[in-house]
């Protein structure tokens, strides 16, 4: 079996190796940028781990890791656009680089390019593959729909949030691991088992995020600490105190959500997550579904010595700062 | 066989059975928005058309036809934001209704929409179907990128021209073609020439309305007469007459081109038209597709009697103005 490193190098060289058309060149030319900006490429590691996990050899499930790989970075495309955001993984954004038309676009045909990918699976497999794929990625749009919409709220519920994240982040994951275990001819008990585990990782992950943005070493934490309260982000932090803050306190939260100094916005927000056990509080949510993934690890129906990389993948994600 | 009015009612009541999810509404309104504005469903209803010469049934190609359908939309949703258009079909665009961003996003999830239906095709065609139409999709988003990059330049060449309308345009009718014929179960050598008819026919067509916009009656032709000269759209007529007027003459249209009055601006610029003959050069270019079209209709492989709705149609499209 496959070590996830070994993976990744398997997928970079892929991606390497793939070839656009040369023209028209703006049309392609933001592709090959966004492709080439990194990442760890998780989500195509995680369909050649499941195929590797049933036998399969790797190559056999390379084209629906592309496709996977292919329809994350063109939601990523699309999203900085909806986000105005200027920087992705530290570079100007397609859309900064290449203008929003320019953006829609090339997004567009990137789609085009992940379904081109997943067409090249074995003809035996492909209806199977189709059905996770556009149910995966219809599900990612219906995602970063809520999300869109939740900003304009002035609070969600808790299980409305987590509804959101699953849709916007962890169905890819589940998805991808699917995905991988149809092109190895697993059973769809198996390939179910294996989407629980990846959806449920997904959200725990999620989950995670959402703390360290409050409590994590910013030294060890890969974005600015502090940056969803300084957005006023409503993530399950945010969520948890409104549902239990007193009216007092909830005013409190009200002034500071306009503090313009954002030191001292995020000092005063952090000890009204202290004040509240906040962290506690989302930590037993977020162990609830990394439960649920190993729980459905555990009850996949393959010898235990083959999940080993499962298991060590889900403790390298869920363990960024134990 | 079908006629092509059957073919349009049945491609009609398929769309009004399309059940879209409840949820999130503002991600689906615009998908059920766009569908129900209309046209002609020419799309659809050639790739029915082609299922149809073969003697396939229908129902059959109908995921197909669908397919194409909802693909047509979505290009219609992310070009209005890209064009900057207020309206479709004398309604508000998408982009207007629900903003840049919800149109953007309802766009994307339309793409998946159309591979879904593409995906309940017949495991035995799907490969080919899909082959057939990610091409084609990729091929109208090259389009789509050489028309707004043809805005900038100053002008374009004929046949650089003829690819982006090749692209934009025709490959689409063409494409819609020969999925119908690959669903049939067509040979390859008869759904590449239905696609070579329906890819010519569609350059004859977009050529006729370039000469239309000029010289089209008023009462017959759906938009306003004269749309292309106030927008300096670089049409064919526009870069015939710029290859061929002299100096004098290419100044006068220069300054034309800056006329705020528009129906002077129509006057003059018709005037230059037909002081080099441009109607009459520009009807021999879409000519030589509209007879393309129709050599490779009459070398396609099939009983003579089965294309006469096939001539039909091509004569229906071809005699707007006639």
């Not at 592309?66 to 105005?84: P, S």
């Not at 890969?222 to 948890?240: E, F, P, R, S, Y």
């Amino acid at each position: 079996m496959y070590t996830p490193n070994q993976l990744q190098e398997n997928i970079e060289n892929a991606i390497q190796n793939i070839r656009y058309p040369a023209q028209p060149e703006r049309l392609y030319q933001p592709i090959r940028y966004i492709m080439s900006l990194g990442g760890k490429r998780i989500r195509p590691a995680l369909t050649l781990m499941a195929a590797d996990l049933f036998g399969a050899a790797i190559e056999k499930a390379m084209p629906a890791a592309l496709a996977i790989e292919t329809f994350h970075n063109f939601t990523l495309i699309h999203d900085d656009i909806m986000d105005n955001a200027p920087l992705r993984r530290g570079k100007q954004t397609v859309h900064e680089k290449w203008g929003v038309n320019n953006a829609i676009l090339s997004g567009d045909v990137m789609m085009v390019e992940a379904n081109k990918h997943l067409s090249m699976l074995e003809s035996t497999v492909l209806k199977d593959a189709l059905e996770t794929f556009n149910t995966t990625a219809q599900g990612v749009c219906e995602g970063q729909q809520l999300d869109m919409e939740f900003e304009e709220l002035q609070t969600v519920s808790i299980p409305d949030y987590i509804n959101m994240i699953r849709l916007k982040t962890a169905v890819l994951l589940g998805g991808a691991m699917k995905l991988g275990a149809q092109v190895a001819g697993a059973s769809s008990a198996q390939a179910s088992q294996l989407y629980e585990f990846g959806v449920n990782l997904g959200i725990a992950f999620q989950l995670q995020d959402d703390i360290l943005d409050v409590y994590g070493d910013p030294e060890k934490f890969g974005k600015q600490v502090g940056g969803d309260i300084i957005a006023n982000k409503k993530t399950l932090m945010l969520l948890k105190l409104k549902e239990l803050a007193s009216p007092a306190d909830l005013s409190e939260l009200e002034g500071q959500s306009r503090n313009k100094n954002h030191a001292e916005k995020i000092n005063n927000i952090t000890a009204l997550y202290d004040r509240y056990n906040i962290r506690e509080l989302a930590s037993i949510e977020m162990r609830n579904y990394s439960d649920l993934a190993f729980n459905a690890l555990n009850n996949l129906d393959v010898e235990e010595d083959r999940k080993s990389q499962l298991y060590e993948l889900a403790d390298l994600l869920m363990s960024r700062e134990h």
